[in-house]
């Protein structure tokens, strides 16, 4: 059965493509390749979610964007560490979940970024 399998990328447009991937490059350790974008193996230790949000949610703000970006980080501690240390704080942060850790930035283009920490032992791929 043909179906989808699962997210092949994120593409978005940014005012400034060069600030937005060298602060992603910076704050959250992309490796940007030089065709301007990162890649990533799947960690194989959760999987990943699709889900349309009703109109009104404001689950996105403080961003004004139709969308956000979840990413799957393996030490919320030391990539929020990062963050700090580059001048970026959270907007939020949940350590208490079900489904593990998360926590809550903006990248430059106004984007709210979710990083998320599964569970240890989360092996729902």
């Known amino acids: 059965m043909a179906k ?7 593409f978005y447009k940014a005012e400034d493509p060069k600030a937005v991937r060298d ?20 960690p194989r230790s959760t999987s990943t979610t699709w889900s349309p949000f009703a109109a009104d949610t404001q689950y996105f703000a403080p961003s004004t964007a139709p969308f956000m970006i979840n990413f799957i980080v ?23 979940d079900g489904m593990g850790r998360f926590a809550w930035l903006m990248d430059p ?7 998320w920490e599964p569970l240890k032992g989360d092996s729902e791929a």
């Open 4 to 10: 989808v399998l699962g997210v092949g990328g994120v």
């Open 23 to 42: 602060w992603y490059a910076r704050v959250l350790g992309f490796e940007i390749h030089d065709w301007g974008g990162a890649m990533f193996e799947h």
């Open 74 to 96: 393996d030490d919320m501690d030391g990539v929020l560490a990062k963050a700090v240390a580059e001048g970026v704080e959270p907007v939020g942060r949940q350590d208490e």
């Open 109 to 115: 283009a106004g984007v709210k970024i979710e990083l």
